[in-house]
């Protein structure tokens, strides 16, 4: 049976309210490369905004707490709970100074957290000209009450596109954060050649995120907006990102940060010149095998799919999900041998958000299960593993943010 704790949505406590945020979206959404600026999509607000933002992120720490980060005011927000969403810290406050940060669909904060405590924090901060952005990062080493003041990853110098940064920590003292960039579109540009898509780059950190080495570029021609993924290897950091084929061939890609070597995921020939707002997820469970979650329109399958990854082998892919109901957004998360998938579908009524669990390491898989349901916007759940518990955080513009256990 499946218990679910719920933070009311009408609850007036701050410490409680630190979750209380969602945003909507839709599932399969292709936007062309000439559509009209879109909020929070890389062009900044002409005065700040009263709403707060509605997207969430989570991480949960060594004692089993799960730590959120949320926008509001254009400053992040950090609270944690220690009961499983009964209650959560006073928010604190990440940036002093208000930024304009991405903050809807696929672009929010990322929150990494160590086996020491310490809480790490990567974001884009959007700037005045549409889609252009830089990455930002802070961290905390006194368990959340204070942050260290914010640092700008990209070393470019450039007014361009940085965004969509992913995050993830060996859970010691090693850091990577990953983004898309425009630095080498707009230098081949201005030597008036064409180049298809974004790059890949990252920033590394061998000290706990006091320092960062400069930044490295992983590749050339991906796709400008979907969301990159991270896991972190006993190889170290791997990615997952949507990569350009040809010249409008959309399919996901990953690759060992520090070897560099590209492994296509698979050969879904989604061909279309457009930005599907649509990323992938990434997660390994300590074994080095990659467990891997996207979404396509291609012309070899459409819709959710899974598959391990382990060296050059890979499982055949597995689709899920119901392609009525618009199942989209998943997200994977691995601990051990345990695997949890999650992922939002609309079935014309209401929002549901939707798990499926493996026990053996992705070989045999529970069947899909709709834990709870929203009549109104909801953003996309996350999984969450410790010590074997299984649960997913999910919030919602009606009922506020709920954790689930998923059993």
């Not at 279309?272 to 399958?301: E, F, M, S």
């Amino acid at each position: 049976m499946d218990r679910m704790n719920t933070v009311p949505a009408g609850c007036r406590n701050l410490a409680r309210a630190a979750a209380l945020l969602l945003l909507s979206g839709s599932a399969g959404t292709a936007l062309s490369h000439e559509h009209a600026p879109l909020p929070n999509q890389g062009q900044a607000a002409s005065a700040p905004s009263a709403k707060p933002s509605l997207a969430v992120s989570a991480t949960v720490d060594a004692r089993g707490r799960i730590w959120l980060a949320r926008v509001e005011n254009r400053t992040i927000l950090v609270a944690y709970s220690a009961d499983a969403g009964q209650s959560f810290s006073v928010p604190v406050a990440v940036n002093p100074q208000p930024e304009n940060i991405g903050a809807e669909g696929e672009n929010r904060p990322k929150i990494a957290v160590t086996r020491h405590g310490t809480l790490h924090l990567s974001w884009t901060q959007l700037l005045s000209k549409p889609y252009t952005g830089e990455i930002r990062y802070a961290r905390s080493t006194d368990d959340g009450k204070t942050f260290s003041t914010p640092i700008t990853l990209n070393d470019d110098g450039r007014l361009t596109s940085h965004r969509f940064d992913s995050l993830v920590s060996d859970g010691g003292d090693r850091l990577a954060i990953a983004w898309l960039d425009g630095r080498d579109r707009d230098a081949a540009q201005e030597q008036g050649n064409t180049f298809a898509g974004v790059s890949v780059y990252f920033a590394r950190s061998d000290d706990n995120g006091a320092s960062f080495q400069a930044n490295r570029k992983l590749t050339e021609h991906t796709c400008e907006c979907c969301r990159t993924a991270l896991a972190w290897t006993t190889a170290g950091p791997a990615a997952l990102w949507r990569n350009l084929y040809g010249t409008h061939t959309r399919d996901f890609a990953l690759a060992l940060l520090d070897s560099g070597r590209l492994q296509r995921l698979a050969d879904d020939e989604w061909n279309i010149d457009a930005c599907p707002h649509h990323g992938g997820g990434l997660a390994t469970g300590g074994d080095d095998t990659l467990h891997a979650v996207w979404y396509t329109q291609g012309k070899n399958r459409q819709g959710l799919f899974y598959r391990q990854v382990k060296g050059d082998q890979m499982s055949a892919p597995m689709a899920f999900g119901d392609p009525r109901a618009q199942a989209g957004h998943a997200t994977v998360a691995a601990e051990g041998q345990t695997v949890l998938i999650t992922w939002r579908e609309f079935d014309g009524k209401v929002y549901g958000a939707m798990t499926l669990l493996s026990r053996d390491g992705g070989a045999h898989w529970s069947a899909p299960r709709r834990m709870a349901t929203t009549a109104n916007a909801a953003d996309y759940p996350i999984p969450l593993i410790h010590n074997g518990r299984t649960q997913i955080v999910w919030n919602t513009l009606q009922e506020g943010v709920r954790i689930m256990e998923v059993e």
